[in-house]
């Protein structure tokens, strides 16, 4: 039984039916407010929403309420306010925000979004199989419904290509644990999107066993088109979020794919690819936020900030919801149960004084009032960790073995002169990387950083086996004054990251990450300046979202204020560095990465001397 039917039994759905023609009384009552119905593009007003247990059996108009009552109804009654479906994310990964479950939860719902479809493969790829079993048991105990997809890539490329150091590799028969799991709906994003293409069997069997199961599977194809797009949605691949611009998003459509458009806190799609919807060109679209930081949800929301914006860049706002209601249901096979407010779905809902600027102040989910008039009156209760969950930070070697300036190779016979790098090029608000050759003074065989041309020194080093291995090279774009920023945050095996402009802080940042167990530090003269533990597989806080928020906000005025980094959130920027299935250069605890090649290229292309 899955989480969305969990409920449906005889006896209940006589009770429904019983109480929908008014013999038995209603659990909650929702009074004198205009219904958003996204799937007849109409606002019907003054309306009763009639709740029995988890599940909304009728809608009558709001005099009419009288047979519904008894002495143990909550009726609440508004005046003439909009009740919206509860907001669907169908494509996030929670580990992003900072926040376990439990604090996620509490931020999401009060915007509004009662639904996730939650991709843990951050804490799989750092905690393997264990790890996403501990997200399955944390998510059933939160209000939020949180379904997951669970991780089709773990490592996020093959390992036998030894292009990163990885501590897990999770196959199908690992899988088949837990895809009968109540929460359990479908495979996570296929990033290995080179590896479908070639045929590799392991990859496309995984995808057959969801497909077959009747799951969904999402997918991961940034930059694919022509007869490979074809090939990876042939294997049943049919969404993928990666889509930048308007003739990608537009040939994907065409070719059937579900298009996510995604709106994210460092990755923004949705004043681009919402041409696609302005031009009658996207039904089978929906909008996703894929990775929101902490900052991002306390201050400007959660889909309702997407479905805003959406309205700003002029949608209808009954058009604007669809994204974030109706098409993901449908996408999910799953408007039976949610993405509309009407007879025999989940209770989920909530209430806006304005539809042209939403937000949400009261919200009920699963049938139960989380929020009234912005107090939450739902009770967390926060799960207890094992210590195994948050002691995951081994550098081993690392610190006899890692030195912080690389080189030029000895077989230049220079000392002095410059030097011809291969540097990534990072640029705020993509997920994509440019490969950029830059010219850096050479002094006494050490390459040196250049402040005028916003080139630093990035190292990439494993934080799971203990082995040592680390890459050093240089990154471009960041924006970083001053110092040093390491953190355990690196997408996808989540190694250790550390960038900065000398030894002396990047080694202090190193030590402070071991002594925390996990996080993000800034260093600057030897001195921490701000950190923020994540002891959570040192990616997530086990903290209460308030506490949180007020660390990250005093992180962000530092670097804002003193360093001039204007990345936000720049800890996700950073993170994708060591992805390498994003092209178009990376770096990882094994060295630099050609992605589009997938085949490993030098730091240094070309020296002169002085």
């Known amino acids: 039984m899955k989480i969305l039917t969990i409920d449906l039994n005889l006896e209940n759905i006589i009770e429904y039916l019983e109480t929908a023609l008014g013999r038995k009384p209603a659990d909650i009552i929702v009074k004198n407010v205009n219904i958003v119905q996204p799937h007849v593009n109409e606002i019907e007003e003054n309306k009763a929403i009639i709740i029995k247990r988890k ?8 005099k009419d309420v009288y047979k ?7 009726v609440i009654e508004f005046n003439n306010e909009y009740a919206v479906p509860g907001f669907i994310d169908l494509h996030i990964h929670i580990e992003s925000s900072l926040l376990d479950p439990f604090g996620f939860s509490k931020l999401a719902l009060k915007h509004g979004t009662t639904t996730v479809l939650a991709d843990p493969h951050e804490l799989a790829n750092v905690l393997g199989l264990d790890g996403i079993k501990l997200f399955i048991e944390v998510s059933k105990n939160v209000p939020l419904k949180i379904l997951i997809n669970v991780p089709s890539c773990i490592p996020p490329v093959n390992p036998e290509m030894g292009i990163e150091t990885a501590l897990h ?62 090939a990876y949605i042939s294997t049943g691949i049919v969404s993928d979020h990666e889509a930048t611009d308007y003739i990608e998003g537009l040939e994907k ?13 460092a990755w923004r799609d949705l004043g681009v690819l919402i041409e696609l919807i302005k031009n ?53 096979n799953a408007l039976d149960h949610i993405g509309l407010i009407a007879p025999g779905r989940l209770a989920d809902l909530f209430i806006t004084k304005k539809i042209e600027c939403i937000n949400p102040h009261t919200v009920i989910s699963n049938g139960e009032l989380i929020y009234y008039r912005n107090y939450l009156i739902k009770e967390f209760n926060r799960f207890k960790y094992s210590e195994k969950y948050l002691k995951t930070v081994n550098t081993g070697s690392l610190r006899d073995k890692i030195v912080f300036a690389p080189s030029i190779p000895r077989h230049y016979g220079i000392e002095n002169g410059y030097a011809y790098v291969n540097t990534i090029r990072v640029s705020k608000g993509s997920t994509l990387t440019k490969r950029e050759i830059v010219e850096l003074e050479v002094r006494n065989t050490v390459i040196q950083p250049d402040f005028n ?39 996808d095996t989540h190694n250790l990251i550390i960038a900065g402009w000398n030894s002396r802080d ?12 996990g996080g993000i530090v800034v260093v600057d003269n030897n001195e921490v300046v701000s950190s923020i533990q994540l ?76």
């Open 506 to 517: 990047m080694e202090k940042a190193l030590i402070e990450i071991e002594n925390m167990q």
């Open 535 to 610: 002891k959570l597989a040192g990616l997530m806080s086990i903290e209460e979202p308030e506490v949180v928020y007020e660390k990250y906000s005093r992180m962000i005025t530092v670097l804002k204020s003193k360093y001039g980094l204007d990345f936000e959130p720049f800890y996700m920027s950073l993170s994708l560095v060591s992805l390498p299935v994003i092209p178009e250069i990376r770096i990882t605890t094994k060295g630099l990465i050609d992605v589009n090649k997938m085949k490993f290229i030098t730091l240094v292309e070309d020296i002169r001397s002085k």
């Open 253 to 265: 459509i065409k070719r059937g794919m579900w298009l996510y458009i995604r709106e994210g806190s």
């Open 280 to 332: 009658n060109k996207c039904e089978l679209c929906l909008f996703v936020s894929d990775d929101l930081n902490v900052y991002e949800l306390f201050n400007y929301g959660h889909m309702d900030r997407i479905v805003n914006k959406a309205i700003e860049y002029g949608l209808d706002p009954v058009e604007a919801i669809k994204y974030a209601t109706l098409y993901p249901a449908i996408r999910l």
């Open 169 to 230: 590799r999770i196959g199908l028969n690992e899988l088949k644990e837990i895809i009968d799991s109540e929460n359990v709906y479908g495979l996570g994003e296929v990033m290995d999107y080179k590896g479908v293409v070639e045929g590799v069997r392991e990859l496309v069997e995984k995808v057959l066993f969801f497909r077959n199961k009747g799951l969904i599977v999402d997918g991961h194809a940034p930059k694919l088109t022509s007869s490979e797009l074809c």
């Open 453 to 491: 041309q916003d080139v630093m020194y990035i190292i990439v080093a494993d934080r799971h086996l203990g082995s040592g291995d680390y890459t050093i090279g240089f990154i471009k774009g960041l924006g970083f004054k001053a110092g040093a920023i390491a953190q355990t945050i690196a997408h």
């Open 68 to 74: 519904y009552v008894s002495s143990q109804t909550k």
């Open 55 to 62: 599940r909304i059996v009728s809608i009558v108009d709001s």
